[in-house]
């Protein structure tokens, strides 16, 4: 049982790292794109505008996957203890 728990929580920080980085990388490509944009003499937005809110989204999205496969695995894990100590 350790190792299912173990393996649960080391799933669950890599699904947080994963998502996390993939939409923090989805908002560099933001960033780029405005500024590829607006290079006809308009104000270009800072990357404070355009990260804060992505970093902040990826957080919360990691966050919510990584729990998610935390709940499950160890949801998952207590069900096939108590199944296996009822035989």
């Given amino acids: 049982m350790v190792r299912a728990v173990v393996f649960t929580c080391i799933a669950a ?19 780029v794109a405005l500024f590829r944009d607006r290079t006809d003499g308009a104000a270009a937005a800072t990357i ?21 496969v935390l709940v499950t695995g160890l949801g998952g894990t ?5 199944r296996r100590g009822r035989e």
């Fill in 13 to 31: 920080i890599v699904v947080f790292a994963v998502v996390q980085d993939r939409l923090t990388s989805a908002g560099v490509g933001r960033y």
């Fill in 48 to 68: 404070d505008e355009v990260m804060k809110p992505a970093a902040a989204h990826a957080v919360r999205q990691g966050a919510f996957w990584g729990g998610a």
């Fill in 78 to 82: 207590l069900i096939a203890r108590r």
